[in-house]
């Protein structure tokens, strides 16, 4: 495996990259914009997503108060499916269809977001479910044209997803992960107000903080833009266009937030600062890699999500039925990743580690991968995340399926500093297994 993780122009390759991102409005009392922002928009009927939880709490209340004070009529939709499935966003675009909306507004975490963005889109544009869903598990066709107007409020301190056209869900009869990935599904708003982490549980800080971690790692050691192919045409460049200059800048901001405050944050629930930079770093991540891609670790993450049997988290998500919160589900398979591909560019790998918080004094290029996945193992420890796959219920016999659950997720596994094999795969896993 040779070292080429550089932006130097490759024959064939790519030599433009394109930044896209969402209009965002970042600040204590952001939600209170919400409903001259949608007037503005020209919006006269909203409807709001989010779930039964939030539904009745103060970060949905405001969105909804904002939005009647300006004059927009509100139909709420509070049946958001926490780690949503093929049927709840079939079930979300049926109440879109039958709602007729002139536009979106979603106050949630990425469960909440995705399926707002699948319901506008499925309304704006109706066809056959698997029409839009990523190849090869879907069809993969285009999203024809711009949907509804969306203003995206994230309540939570990880996905991102306000930034990001990706609406990510699972297929209950492959028994994986998969998604929609457009530009058109980004949110055309995103209002960001960090008072809505302060109370978080510290299971959900620790899972999507993890989340926040691996977005910005992922870009940052993903495949360079200049080794990708170049697009027919410019409309035809991906999203995950691969590792860039802009994404390496919201990536490196946002490991040395997470470096710094991420443990900070679970450990001690009234350490305001660092719950508030948390979600700083959630935004940040979430442009990068918005405009990136993620690539193995969250690949890997689609099937442990997906073939989940018994795993409920110790606290802050619903217990009615098995799951591997999104952020734990990719954490468990990163150390695994990153010690095997820190070998492609080990002088980027170290830089991740030393911006996590690692102290990379003395370390060489044949270090760099122990260093880095070390350094992520201690701070799962240290907020009492799952060790490996194992910690959520999966043993050497599961390696296989979830090896084949993962490899359909080409979209991110392309992304990889590597080809990413299914015989990779199944060693990943089994290097996943447990940590300690």
Known sequence: MACCHHYELMEGGDNAFTVDASTLTFGEGALGEAGERAKAMGMRRAALFTDSRLVGMEPAATVKASLQEAGIEVVVYDEVHIEPTDESFKAAAAFAREAKPDGYVSVGGGSVMDTCKAANLYASHPAEFMTYVNSPVGDG????????????????????????GIAVFDLLGMKAKTGIASRHLRP?????????????????????GFDVLSHALESFTAKPYTRRAAPGSPGLRPMSQGANPWSDIGS???MRLVGKYLVRAVRDENDRE???QMIWAATLAGIAFGNAGVHAPHGMSYGVAGLVREFRPASGYPTE??????????????????????EIDPERHLEGARLLGADIRGAEAADAGQVL???????????????????????SEDIGALAEGSYA????????????????????????????
């Open 373 to 395: 996945s070390e350094h992520i193992i201690g701070m799962m420890r240290a907020t009492e995340m799952p060790n490996g796959i194992g910690g959520v219920g999966y043993g």
């Open 252 to 254: 490196r901001e946002a």
């Open 141 to 164: 066709q285009p999203v024809p044209g711009a949907i509804a107007p969306h203003i995206a409020c994230p309540t939570t301190s990880g996905t991102g997803s306000e930034c990001t």
């Open 409 to 436: 997720q080409q979209r991110l596994l392309k992304n990889a500093p590597v080809a990413v094999t299914k015989e990779l795969l199944k060693e990943l896993f089994d290097d996943a297994l447990t940590y300690w």
């Open 274 to 276: 660092a719950r508030v």
């Open 188 to 208: 055309t708003q995103a209002l960001v107000d960090p008072a809505v982490t302060v109370t978080l549980p510290a299971t959900v800080v620790a899972a999507s």
């Open 321 to 342: 039925e098995a799951m591997v919160p999104h952020g734990m589900s990719v954490i468990v398979n990163s150390p695994a990743v990153f010690r095997r591909f820190a």
